[in-house]
């Protein structure tokens, strides 16, 4: 009997081991969320089980994963915006359960036409599109990791893509694009596809610093341009995609605070800009007008140092739909205040006669306090008459606003050069300039289908304005007497005024008129569908530039430092001004470019091959007198610029491109001015003989996407440059002046790796570019001849070209967590050396060294709509640093820190980091 007891309780104890095992039985649900027609991961995407606690959110590359999944039935749900919910009954019984969703988009019916819901293309799965399916050769950013990056401008933003690199601003901000290896001159901007006029005095380019990237929905670089496309383009053209009109009520805005961290170390040097006259007297008052010394305030001379305000950055964008959907509005504007700061050290360097080395000849320490004040607005109108035909109103206004302090220690070594250590005397400079630019854009647009839409008909007809002023440039400098003996030590005299004092004023304005028209006809040969295009546009520019110069002169001549400018009588010397001066300038520019082309798909080929021709007509007149070379002049050319573009798909994630393409690149309408200007490093002057630049351009490159949101790609490319510009010093008589030239025939090869790799939440963005280019030149080289005198000579010099660095790179580390709504990102850059500055001495040259720079970002969600974020950049505080690669044996002893026995220091920036904490609100 016992027996029987103890086995049924045994058996008991087993069977409650046994469902208490499986009723405690836990299993791990993964799988993906994927869009159902084109497979990109639905990032976001929430997974739930339905009467549970349990949900998931897909990661970046559409992976979830539910974790302690008791076994049993449950209903499991999928939503996404702008998609179906789907709904599906599931039985947990395995440890281990895998599932793959396909969402399908939701439409709704507007006039009796289907409409399907637009996914935005301000993410980065369209981004990965947008590189997959296009003609050519081309990088996209998208809004969503524009918005999550450390950058606030669109120029530190394109240093994101493979094969850009930036020049800097004297305040160590992102500038100008360098895109494989080709300087700032041989790229061109577009706002929404259409080519904008540049705010500078100087150039043709557009100083991409000076937007705002809250107002993007996206940032493309094509690098192979196709004929439908103006061709003054060798590096690549940067197209800034602006904010669309969403589909439903839109509201987001930002605000946000920081600090430079160099103004932790020293004080903000601040003038009074509200004094400042904004045009000269001569433009004020008339031609015949002579200038008193009542037209000159002194008090934006009076500099004060003060503790540095805090930056602040404020944005608002709102957007909706109206009229059942046919009309789309969006307005956004942006406003940032940023104080800027850079300590530098320059060494003005002179070359050695007996032995073509360098020595220095002064060195400057400098202090720079930018107070910049950036401002964009943009407003964008879309009306779909009916299925077959929209159009688009554009309106933008840009402005950047800098007001420049510089303190400057002169100590000039010249006169000690051989006397031993230092007997330069020293000198203090101040400077107080203010530089306005801003651009204005109206462009009204429209795209029509007829012929059962076989045939595409676009049009825009546009208006631009740019403006820069830089009002009332003052600079003065005090002579203190102090000076360094033999022995080194301080001497003292008394601190005098400097007898002279300039103030100068320089405006420019460039206005485009421009018509663009496009026609595709889509037809069929045989079992071969072809795309014939054709169109082109005419574009009539306007170009004033005004340039007066006043000169100061102290009453009497010698007056000693008081410490304080207001406390010294002046005369004016100079009245007019400089009414003849070649800068005051007008010039006026049409281009007219048609094309043709064909695109056949051929299989899995696609092939676009096309004509353009481009007809340049540009003539200026200077105020300069008769006796002046290139006072007036002009040019009249016609190019003809064939290309050809393949890409072979093998499969969907596969895209092997192959592109030839001829393009040019037209010198800066400032470069061909015969004038003479006094700058902050060197003398300059024009050179109205300049010859555009002509090239051949080759590229290959393979694509690879396994997801969605990754991709491999790997690319070569080569061009021929034949009349490359480059600005170089050259000598004429005792002085030497920096002056655009050509130089001969220059060849560019490289190579690019680009990576872009998720691992559910953590991500990896990392490419690598190698450039390598070669020109050679003349030189001059110094030296003694057999007889011990001292002479020169012509010698070739091969080097690369101006801007270009052999190597650079750009990796970030990504963490993105969307269930806590965490996004992290810290991304470093490297730039390879790179020559900034051609000499006219054998190699002479001036590098700027290579370096990395480090940013960081990071933003938490809070609530539904709320994200706090912070943005760090420059966070290893790299300088900027320039040599000449060759030693000083000349007067080493001038600067006894520096290392001068392989290489000779000319520079050196120092920065610091920056910090912006803030707060968005989305709706």
């Known amino acids: ?313 404020y944005g608002l964008a709102v957007g909706n739909r109206f009229f059942d959907n046919k009309m789309g509005l969006i307005v956004a504007g942006s406003y940032q205040q940023n104080y800027r700061g850079t300590n530098s050290l320059f060494y003005e360097m002179d070359v050695d006669r007996e032995g073509n080395n360098p020595f220095f000849d002064t060195v400057q320490s400098r202090e720079f306090s930018v107070d910049q004040n950036r401002t964009g607005f943009h407003s964008k109108i879309d009306y779909r008459i009916n299925r077959n035909h929209k159009i688009d109103l554009y309106n933008a206004y840009i402005r950047l606003d800098d007001a420049i302090s510089i303190a400057r220690v002169d100590t000039n070594l010249r006169i000690g050069r051989s006397a031993g250590p230092g007997t330069g005397r020293i000198t203090y400079r101040y400077r107080s300039q203010q530089q306005i630019q801003n651009i204005i854009n109206t462009t009204l647009q429209g795209e029509h289908f007829f012929l059962n839409r076989r045939l595409n008909a676009n049009w825009s007809a546009v208006y631009s304005r740019a403006k820069q002023d830089d009002p009332d440039m003052a600079e003065f400098q005090v002579l203190t007497g102090a000076t360094r003996n033999q022995n080194g030590e301080i001497e003292q005299e008394r601190a005098l005024v400097d007898r002279d004092l300039v103030r100068r004023w320089s405006k420019n304005s460039d206005q485009d008129l421009a018509f663009y028209l496009n026609l595709v006809y889509q037809t069929q040969i045989s079992t071969i569908p072809i795309e014939l295009g054709t169109g082109g546009m005419t574009r009539f520019k306007d170009r004033r530039n005004d340039f007066n110069s006043y000169l100061l002169r102290l009453s009497p001549n010698t007056q000693p430092w008081e410490g304080d400018i207001m406390s010294h009588t002046w005369n004016v010397v100079t009245t007019t001004g400089t009414p003849t001066d070649p800068l005051n300038y007008t010039s006026d520019e049409q281009v007219t470019g048609v094309y043709g082309q064909v695109k056949a798909y051929v299989k899995n080929v696609q092939i676009l091959t096309g004509l353009r021709v481009e007809q340049t007509d540009f003539s200026w007149i200077t105020n300069a007198p008769p006796t002046v070379a290139g006072r007036i002049g002009s040019f009249q050319y016609a190019d003809y610029l064939p290309s050809i573009h393949f890409r072979y798909s093998p499969r969907n994630d596969i895209n092997v491109r192959l592109s030839y393409f001829e393009s040019i690149s037209r010198p800066n309408f400032f470069e061909v001015i015969p004038y003479q200007i006094i700058e902050e490093n060197y003398q300059e002057r024009g050179n109205p003989f300049l010859e555009r630049t002509q090239a051949k351009n080759y590229d290959l490159r393979f694509e690879y996407y396994p997801t969605m949101l990754d991709q491999i790609m790997v690319a070569f490319f080569f061009k021929e440059i034949k009349n490359p510009i480059e600005s170089a010093l050259a000598i004429d008589g005792q002085r030497i002046y920096l002056q655009p030239n050509n130089f001969g025939t220059a060849e560019n090869i490289g190579a690019e790796i680009d990576v872009t790799k998720y691992f559910r939440n953590i991500g990896l963005r990392a490419f690598y570019t190698f450039t390598n280019s070669e020109i050679t030149t003349s030189k001059i080289f110094r030296f003694r001849d057999e007889n011990n005198n001292l002479t020169s000579r012509q010698v070739s010099q091969t080097r690369p070209l101006q801007g270009q660095s052999r190597h650079i790179s750009n990796i970030s580390f990504l963490y993105k967590n969307q269930r806590s709504g965490t996004d992290a990102q810290i991304s470093g850059v490297y730039t390879g050396q790179r020559i900034i500055s051609v000499s006219p001495y054998f190699e002479n040259d001036i590098w700027q060294r290579s370096f990395w720079q480090v940013d960081f970002s990071i933003e938490q969600q809070f609530f539904e709509n709320y994200v706090l974020y912070l943005k760090v950049n420059n966070i290893l505080n790299t300088p900027m640093r320039a040599d000449v690669k060759r030693p000083n044996t000349a007067n080493p002893h001038e600067a006894p820190y520096l290392d001068t026995t392989r290489n000779t220091l000319v520079r050196e920036d120092f920065y610091q980091q920056t910090w912006m904490a803030g707060i968005k609100y989305s709706f």
């Open 1 to 313: 009997m016992r027996k029987k007891l103890l086995s049924a309780s045994l058996i008991s104890l087993l069977l409650l081991v046994l469902n208490c095992s499986l009723t405690y039985a836990q299993s791990t649900i993964r799988g993906t969320v994927l869009d159902a027609e084109t497979s990109e991961p639905l990032t976001g995407a929430t997974i739930l089980l339905v009467g549970t606690n349990h949900f998931a959110i897909a990661g970046l590359d559409g992976s979830f994963l539910l974790r302690n999944i008791s076994y049993g039935e449950y209903d499991i749900q999928i939503s996404f915006i702008s998609y179906k919910i789907t709904e599906q009954n599931i039985s947990v019984d395995t440890d281990d359960l895998t599932l793959d969703f396909r969402l399908e988009r939701e439409s709704q019916l507007l006039d009796m036409l289907e409409v399907t819901a637009r996914r935005s293309l301000r993410t980065e799965e369209s981004a990965r599109t947008l590189e997959r399916t296009s003609d050519a050769v081309k990088n996209v950013i998208d809004a969503r990791s524009i918005s999550q990056s450390p950058d606030v401008t669109v120029a530190n933003v394109v240093q994101r893509i493979s094969g850009v690199s930036l020049e800097r601003s004297s305040s160590g901000d992102g500038q100008h694009a360098i895109v494989r290896g080709m300087d700032k001159r041989y790229n061109y901007t577009l706002v929404n596809g259409i080519k904008i006029p540049s705010p500078s005095t100087r150039d043709r380019y557009v100083p991409l610093d000076i937007f705002p990237s809250d107002l993007l929905d996206r940032l493309e670089v094509t690098k192979a341009l196709t004929p439908d496309m103006e061709g003054d383009a060798i590096g690549g053209v940067i197209d800034m995609k602006m904010r669309d009109a969403p589909d439903r009520l839109s509201i987001s805005a930002n605000i946000g605070g920081g600090y430079s961290q160099i103004f932790t170390g020293r004080d903000f040097l601040r003038f009074n800009r509200d004094v400042v006259s904004v045009t000269s007297p001569r433009v004020e008052n008339g031609a015949d007008y002579r200038a008193t010394l009542d037209d000159f305030p002194f008090e934006n001379l009076d500099f004060r140092e003060v503790n540095a305000p805090l930056n602040r950055t």
